[in-house]
Structures are given as C-alpha cells and as structure tokens.
C-alpha cells in the first residue's frame, strides 16, 4: 500500500507539517519523524498532537525508547512508499544514507534543503520561449527566470535556488544543465522539465513550453 514518510530535523519541520496536513486531508497513509536536539527546540509540539501516533517526536536527549531507529523505520523499501526529508545538511545525509543502507531507490527519496548556493557561471545559450514565439540570450550570471520576467514572460518562482520545484518548467528541445535540488536524478536524466530560476543549458538552444 502506498505510504509516505516524512523526516524533519529542526527547523525543517516547516515544509513537512504542510505536508502532513496535505496528506492527512488526502486520505494517505503517512508519518512523520521529527527530530531535535532538545525537547525545548522542537517546534508546532502542540499542533502536532492532533495528529496521534502518526506524528513521532525525537529528541537525542531524551530517553532511549523515543529515539529515531532508523533502520527499523525504513525496513521496507518500495516502488509505492517515498521518504521526504528536511533539516540540515548532516540529517540530510543520514536520512541519505539510511535509505540507502535499507535498498532505497533514489525516486523514492526527496529531499528538500534550506538553500542552494546559487551558481549562475556558465556559457551563454538561447532561450526559445514557444508559446511566444520569443528569443532571448541568457548570459553568465543571469537566469532564465530572470529572462522571462524582462521579456513579459510570467513565470512562478519562490524559493529561486532550486529547492522547491515551484519554477519547474517543459523542456520542449535542448538538453539543460540541471542545477537543481529538487529533481531526482531519474528525472533530471530524462530532461523533461527544468528548473528555470538556477538551471542553464548543455546545449545552445533550449526551446521552453512557455
Ligand atoms: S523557484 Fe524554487 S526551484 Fe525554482
């Protein structure tokens, strides 16, 4: 049966109560492991509560029992069960490398972090926008996002380092150069979509479905 486990360190919890309160209304199976160092550290502990079982709380202080067993939780690996994590880069990895150690597939993990640096370096390429029929440069310490903006385009950006996937966009031809966080190497792979406020082009022209 499909299942979603959600893992947030500190801060992260952010992103991932949204989440369980998307998949609480959906219906899905799901939980949520959230850890901190100290129980005063953890935030939204009240809300959290209405939840039940559903939502477990960790705090590396505290006693044994109530500690994250992370091989216990991530015991069973498949197609239909996807782990989505937040926190900081060292809970990032264990969660990581966990999966791993557990026969994880990559398309089944996601990850989403605080923030990539943004790397705009790179050769110029064109940008086709299709609907528009327009044609712009994008130059080195530019983005696409930028871009599309200054030529009228509209385009959705939020966090605009490549973390949160709300810029994704059809890639109709070309071949980008994914920057990303957000997309799995399976399909950053496929070329499908692009992530247009960090990613640039492998190729000299890129043709977007906007
Ligand atoms: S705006 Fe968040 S990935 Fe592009």
Redesign the pocket.
Known sequence: MAHTLLFAGGIGITPMLSMAYALEAAGASWELHYCGRTADRLAFTDELTRFGARAQLHVDTGDKDQLLDINHVLATAAADRHLYACGPNGFMDFIVKSAENNNWHPACVHLERFGAELNTDGAPFTVVAQKPGKTFEVQPGETI?QKLEENGIAV?????????????TRVVDGMPDHR?L?QTDIEKASNAQI????SRSKTKKLVLDV
């Open positions: 996002s959705q950006v939020s966090c605009q380092s490549g973390v949160c996937g709300t810029c994704l990303d957000v992530t247009v406020c960090c």
